[in-house]
């Protein structure tokens, strides 16, 4: 049964520390997103990859976020400082190559309280 | 840009009857997949339904059935015999479908169904 799996499911840290948060996305699959869901903004991209590559991170505060992808199997996402305003669920999502179905499908996602 | 507006924030239904959930969207392109997903409380994103702009036939899955109308810009969800299980908030979700384009959903704030036994 192929899914998308997140860790940790749960973090919580004080403003200032650095978080890290992973992917690991459906194998075959060459697209992968960066979600935030928060109650005020609903669900907003925040970047997204395909073949590995940084296509769109207009949506991630530059100064402290970071999106990368060291293989076809990782996807990672870095707050470096945290701040209180981060807190939300983060999910990520995969999706298979263009023409397919066009679905994406979620991971469990990352709830993170920033204190 | 293009927008997704679900204009109903709560919704409820009794056990086994029939809802209706609504969607408009704003787009200039003509090629375009629209979706509804539901989150339970566990959070988990489930796709429910999709539908691709060139086909006409509104898609069916099992009891979710949508009414597409790509002219107006409206995509609704009908859920026929609902059950306990289908309490959720449901996001409708528009993605293009152009080589260039991007492939990002883009989600309405959703609608939170409840259901009454």
């Known amino acids: 049964d192929a899914r998308v799996t997140q860790t940790p499911r749960h973090k919580v840290t004080e403003m200032g520390q650095e978080v890290t948060m992973r992917c690991q996305p459906i194998?075959?699959?060459?697209?992968v997103f960066w979600y935030r869901q928060t109650m005020m903004q609903g669900l907003e991209l925040l970047a997204y990859?395909?073949?590995?590559?940084?296509?769109?991170d207009s949506g991630m505060p530059k100064d402290r976020f970071s999106a990368e992808m060291p293989d076809a199997t990782l996807a990672t996402l870095k707050i470096q400082p945290s701040e209180p305003r981060d807190s939300a669920v983060y999910f990520c999502?995969?999706?298979?190559?263009?023409?397919?179905?066009?679905?994406?499908?979620f991971g469990p996602g990352t709830r993170l309280t920033v204190l | 840009a293009q927008t997704v507006t679900q204009s109903q924030p709560e919704m409820s239904v009794q056990e086994a009857e029939t809802v209706t959930l609504s969607c408009t969207y704003d787009t200039s392109e003509s090629d375009y997949y629209l979706f509804w997903y539901k989150q339970p409380p566990s959070r988990q994103m489930i796709l429910v339904i999709r539908?691709?702009?060139?086909?006409?036939q509104n898609a069916t899955e099992n009891r979710f059935s949508v009414n597409f109308q790509k002219a107006a810009k409206s995509f609704s969800l009908k859920i026929s015999d609902s059950q306990l299980g289908d309490a959720a908030m449901y996001f409708c979700?528009?993605?293009?479908?152009?080589?260039?384009?991007?492939?990002?959903?883009?989600f309405g704030k959703g609608t939170k169904l409840s259901v009454i036994p």
């Open positions: 194998l075959g699959h060459n697209t």
């Open positions: 979700a528009y993605r293009e479908n152009s080589g260039a384009g991007s492939y990002q959903l883009t």
């Open positions: 999502a995969s999706g298979p190559p263009a023409g397919a179905r066009g679905e994406q499908f």
């Open positions: 990859f395909r073949n590995r590559a940084p296509l769109d």
């Open positions: 539908q691709e702009a060139y086909k006409q």
